[in-house]
């Protein structure tokens, strides 16, 4: 079975995989984490293509029904999945998006991506009992299929949420895209640059 880090010997496409936050809601093209992520790759040398298919108000059943043909068309190396808000927003059965989330990782394996999860909660008015369970599955899915997890990168906007979030209270600014980045670069750094270094001895 060809690997992942053989088949980005072949592809460095990273697919990212996300809702809003991802997507640069409310903000211009070039300002969102994700472009951010792009540029800091190419600035150190790492040639990956980063495709941002992430869609505003997505949950886990979209993103699940949307996968096969974006993996079909991009064949990536890595797919960012940062879904999951959304369906705590709606308060959507946390097995539900669990069994869709493990789904879209074996999706992902199945085509020699890589998959990584990056951990999402919601907030505390859910009740201590539901939120639990929300955050808890990305952990557990992370290490019963061993596979990176990106801790939840807007934690640390959070003790400053006037200054850091858009009017609406939910989507970051354009100021607060590099520390989503910063938040995420110490799970996605390692694994970019050792497939890199796999592919180009």
Not at 112 to 130: D, K, T, W
Not at 168 to 176: C, K, S
């Given at each position: 079975?060809?690997s992942?880090?053989a088949a ?5 496409t990273?697919?990212?995989?996300g809702?809003?936050i991802?997507?640069?809601y409310?903000?211009?093209?070039d ?13 150190q ?11 505003s108000?997505?949950?886990t059943?979209g ?16 797919v960012?999945i940062e ?14 998006m ?5 789904r879209m990782v ?24 539901y939120?639990d369970?929300?955050t808890a599955v ?5 290490q019963?299929?061993?596979?990176p997890?990106?801790?939840?990168f807007?934690a640390?906007?959070?003790p400053?949420?006037d ?6 209270g ?6 607060a895209?590099?520390?989503l ?13 050792s ?7």
């Amino acid at each position: 079975m060809l690997s992942w880090a053989a088949a980005a010997a072949a592809d460095t496409t990273i697919l990212v995989w996300g809702d809003s936050i991802s997507a640069g809601y409310g903000l211009d093209t070039d300002a969102g984490w994700v472009h951010l992520l792009e540029q800091r790759l190419h600035s150190q040398g790492l040639p990956y293509r980063v495709v941002n298919a992430s869609v505003s108000g997505e949950t886990t059943a979209g993103g699940l029904a949307r996968l096969p043909e974006a993996l079909d068309k991009f064949h990536p190396a890595v797919v960012l999945i940062e879904l999951g808000g959304n369906d705590g927003l709606r308060g959507q059965p946390v097995t539900e998006m669990r069994a869709n989330l493990e789904r879209m990782v074996d999706l992902c394996t199945a085509a020699h991506a890589q998959p990584v999860l990056f951990e999402m909660r919601i907030p505390s008015n859910y009740g201590p009992v539901y939120s639990d369970r929300f955050t808890a599955v990305f952990g557990q899915i992370a290490q019963q299929r061993k596979l990176p997890l990106v801790p939840f990168f807007l934690a640390a906007l959070v003790p400053e949420h006037d200054r850091w979030f858009q009017e609406d209270g939910i989507h970051p600014t354009a100021a607060a895209q590099p520390q989503l980045l910063d938040a995420a670069w110490p799970t996605l750094a390692p694994l970019l640059k050792s497939a890199h270094a796999g592919a180009h001895p």
